[in-house]
């Protein structure tokens, strides 16, 4: 009777699979027919050998697949390769699979919490047990037995199971982490992978085998609490890369090198910008003269663009009432991470540091009477926020508890969206080339369409909000990608991904259109019929955080700022002591042209002040000696290009001159305001 069912389940499949069959759909909008349990590695290899060699994963209706699923129903499939984000997380989710099955075989007993891809890489959280310490030393051998596995040519097998069967599995190892995740997942919806002795749960994708993984390198190790709560334990995260080429590894360690002398807290202290105290509190920083000046002028920058397109400025409190809060929606979504009311005196009085600054700009919007002829209306401020991230994930500038926002919202009729919208875009693009930002792709970030419940405001205003962002995004003729999931709680958003010198990916300024704020702060203005209507709002950043986008500066620079940012321009070198005073002679001269300059008057040889300064990062290094106090002039010196020839203080203040407002581009701003 066995045998004969097995028979009759052969049977059934063989005739399923070649007399049912699915339509396959590919990007060209072409199709052909398949027979039915298809897998996406049998179609790539149906259109060329050459494809099925290269393809790591595959989007089926939109879902990203392993290569080796059944494909069931007609579908529209889009292959990936390495060079795409949907192929390396595929390669990466695999690779930190491969790194857990090594870990469990050095050290059985290990417990695992969640090991996903990230944008370099992979890490997976770990607990080996209180009698086990995996430190640095231990990732070498890791990487050796991942090398093993992966050369033993394994094969991720995807595995539907039952929410009981999942419990059960992983309560007989004992692994509470896992049995928390199960317990948060509706039955039906749980898969596992397998691959040699090691069994995860995982939603997918992965590639179909070990083999690709050809170059492996495990790069740190941290701690990071589970599920990000201080109270819970504390995990071992271990990082790391792999590449499908040892030739792409090496190249990426090059970059990581030089990554480390870029890094933002390294220069930031060497030119003196910013620090940190542990008295004043983590994640607060400290601007020091320096860095108070760099940060002062990209502001002014930034005001003199946004005079121009027709901003006022305003000023906010830091804290404001809890009800505030409630209103806007921040209290229900950041009261987790933002600081713990502040209570007064007064009973039932409780105060927050302000999360964001658009509810205090809805208070002022509604401090008068508007009418469609004020509108647009234009706020701006650069306005310090605070949200309580974890300890462990503050990292110089780009991660901290206290931040100021080049922020500015913008009241609109609904008529004005689109045009205000893409002026905003205009500010960016300015900014953007006065500070030699030229790879950039833009971001459409909209609404989870499975996960309504993250979101405030009804669909009518949600869908009116995407449109409008889809259509000025066509308009000026952005690249775009589009993300789902990515938009803000109250709205769709439009956001500029820079990649710097390095190649890295930055989210640096952000558009986002709002039809929920103005309703829950019931913002009205009268228009040209004599009756109530709603304001449109933009919330808009092009910095983003002025924390996070001087960290940004700084590595894409090194350090080397461009002339009308360097908090110092010229540095003026006598080569003894009797040209000292002529070098003073020299610094008030150009400090009298706004141009920003110091003596270095020490007994040094003429040698080792210029590597010195050179090492500082000032754009110009002047030396003076007897030849140019007889012709009134300096010898000129440009930071990594060396001698550019003798100049009269004239020429120089000129020259200077003309390169800061080459640099600042003021023609575009100009021409953008026209």
């Known amino acids: 009777m066995i045998v004969s069912n097995l028979y009759l389940s052969l049977h059934f499949i063989f005739l399923r699979r070649h007399i049912f069959m699915v339509k396959i759909t590919f990007p060209d909008n072409k199709f052909k027919e398949y027979p039915d349990g298809v897998t996406g590695l049998e179609i790539a290899k149906s259109i060329h050998p050459g494809?099925?060699?290269?393809?790591?994963?595959?989007?089926?209706?939109?879902?990203?697949?392993?290569?080796?699923?059944?494909?069931?129903?007609?579908?529209?499939?889009?292959?990936?390769?390495?060079?795409?984000?949907?192929?390396?997380?595929?390669?990466?989710?695999?690779?930190?699979?491969?790194?857990?099955?090594?870990?469990?075989?050095?050290?059985?007993?290990?417990?695992?919490?969640?090991?996903?891809?990230?944008?370099?890489?992979?890490?997976?959280?770990?607990?080996?047990?209180?009698?086990?310490?995996?430190?640095?030393?231990?990732?070498?051998?890791?990487?050796?037995?991942?090398?093993?596995?992966a050369r033993s040519k394994e094969v991720y097998q995807r595995k539907e199971v039952s929410k009981e069967e999942a419990l059960d599995f992983f309560n007989k190892k004992g692994d509470e982490y896992k049995l928390e995740l199960i317990n948060d997942l509706e039955d039906g919806t749980i898969s596992f992978y397998t691959q040699g002795?090691?069994?995860?749960?995982?939603?997918?994708?992965?590639?179909?085998?070990?083999?690709?993984?050809?170059?492996?390198?495990?790069?740190?190790?941290?701690?990071?609490?589970?599920?990000?709560?201080?109270?819970?334990?504390?995990?071992?995260?271990?990082?790391?890369?792999?590449?499908?080429?040892?030739?792409?590894?090496?190249?990426?360690?090059?970059?990581?090198?030089?990554?480390?002398?870029?890094?933002?807290?390294?220069?930031?202290?060497?030119?003196?910008?910013?620090?940190?105290?542990?008295?004043?509190?983590?994640?607060?920083?400290?601007?020091?003269?320096?860095?108070?000046?760099?940060?002062?002028?990209?502001?002014?920058?930034?005001?003199?663009?946004?005079?121009?397109?027709?901003?006022l400025p305003v000023i906010t409190p830091h804290i404001g009432q809890k009800e505030?809060?409630?209103?806007?929606?921040?209290?229900?979504?950041?009261?987790?991470?933002?600081?713990?009311?502040?209570?007064?005196?007064?009973?039932?009085?409780?105060?927050?540091?302000?999360?964001?600054?658009?509810?205090?700009?809805?208070?002022i919007y509604k401090s008068s009477r508007r009418t469609f002829r004020d509108l647009p209306l234009r706020l701006a401020e650069f306005g310090t926020v605070y949200r309580y991230e974890q300890s462990g994930e503050l990292h110089g500038l780009t991660r901290v508890r206290g931040f100021t926002q080049d922020d500015a919202h913008i009241f609109c009729r609904p008529d004005q969206l689109k045009s205000e919208f893409l002026k905003v875009i205009d500010i960016i693009f300015i900014i953007f080339k006065a500070l030699d930002f030229k790879d950039f792709l833009t971001q459409i970030s909209l609404r989870d369409p499975k996960d309504n419940e993250?979101?405030?405001?009804?669909?009518?205003?949600?869908?009116?909000?995407?449109?409008?962002?889809?259509?000025?995004?066509?308009?000026?003729?952005?690249?775009?990608?589009?993300?789902?999931?990515?938009?803000a709680f109250y709205g769709p958003k439009l956001d500029f991904m820079v990649k710097d010198a390095l190649g890295r990916k930055w989210q640096l300024g952000t558009i986002q259109v709002d039809?929920?704020?103005?309703?829950?702060?019931?913002?009205?203005?009268?228009?040209?019929?004599?009756?109530?209507?709603?304001?449109?709002?933009?919330?808009?950043?092009?910095?983003?955080?002025?924390?996070?986008?001087?960290?940004?500066?700084?590595?894409?620079?090194?350090?080397?700022?461009?002339?009308?940012?360097?908090?110092?321009?010229?540095?003026?070198?006598?080569?003894?002591?009797?040209?000292?005073?002529?070098?003073?002679?020299?610094?008030?001269?150009?400090?009298?042209?706004?141009?920003?300059?110091?003596?270095?008057?020490?007994?040094?040889?003429?040698?080792?002040?210029?590597?010195?300064?050179?090492?500082?990062?000032?754009?110009?290094?002047?030396?003076v000696g007897e030849k140019e106090v007889e012709s009134n002039s300096v010898s000129v010196r440009k930071q990594g290009k060396g001698d550019q020839g003798s100049m009269s203080l004239d020429e120089f203040t000129a020259f200077i001159n003309e390169e800061v407002e080459k640099q600042m581009q003021f023609s575009i701003q100009k021409q953008s305001t026209n």
């Open 51 to 149: 494809l099925a060699k290269q393809v790591l994963a595959v989007t089926v209706n939109g879902e990203l697949w392993d290569l080796m699923r059944p494909i069931h129903q007609d579908a529209a499939v889009i292959f990936h390769k390495w060079d795409d984000e949907e192929g390396k997380h595929a390669f990466w989710h695999s690779s930190a699979h491969l790194m857990a099955e090594a870990i469990e075989l050095l050290y059985p007993g290990t417990k695992f919490g969640i090991g996903p891809a990230i944008e370099n890489g992979f890490y997976y959280d770990i607990d080996p047990g209180e009698d086990v310490v995996i430190t640095e030393k231990d990732l070498q051998k890791i990487e050796q037995k991942m090398q093993e596995l």
């Open 197 to 311: 002795s090691f069994t995860d749960l995982c939603r997918g994708p992965h590639l179909p085998g070990t083999e690709n993984i050809k170059a492996i390198k495990l790069l740190n190790i941290a701690g990071a609490y589970w599920r990000g709560d201080e109270k819970r334990k504390q995990l071992t995260r271990i990082y790391g890369i792999t590449f499908p080429k040892k030739s792409m590894l090496d190249e990426y360690l090059v970059i990581l090198e030089e990554a480390k002398k870029r890094d933002h807290r390294k220069i930031g202290k060497e030119l003196e910008l910013f620090t940190f105290s542990q008295k004043v509190g983590q994640g607060l920083p400290l601007w020091l003269p320096k860095g108070a000046q760099l940060r002062e002028r990209l502001e002014n920058f930034l005001k003199i663009v946004q005079k121009d397109f027709g901003y």
């Open 324 to 363: 505030l809060y409630v209103t806007s929606g921040h209290y229900e979504k950041y009261g987790k991470d933002s600081f713990q009311p502040i209570k007064t005196p007064s009973e039932n009085e409780e105060f927050l540091l302000k999360p964001m600054n658009c509810p205090h700009h809805c208070e």
């Open 454 to 487: 993250k979101y405030i405001g009804s669909d009518e205003n949600w869908e009116k909000a995407e449109a409008a962002i889809i259509e000025a995004c066509k308009e000026k003729g952005l690249n775009t990608v589009t993300e789902y999931g990515e938009a």
């Open 515 to 623: 039809y929920n704020l103005p309703e829950r702060f019931d913002l009205e203005y009268i228009g040209s019929d004599d009756r109530k209507h709603r304001p449109v709002m933009i919330h808009r950043a092009p910095f983003g955080s002025m924390e996070r986008f001087v960290a940004v500066l700084i590595e894409h620079t090194a350090g080397k700022f461009p002339l009308w940012l360097a908090p110092d321009q010229v540095v003026i070198m006598p080569i003894s002591e009797k040209y000292v005073e002529y070098a003073k002679k020299v610094l008030s001269f150009l400090n009298n042209s706004d141009i920003r300059s110091l003596i270095d008057d020490r007994d040094e040889k003429i040698g080792k002040k210029i590597r010195d300064n050179e090492l500082k990062k000032i754009p110009y290094l002047l030396i």
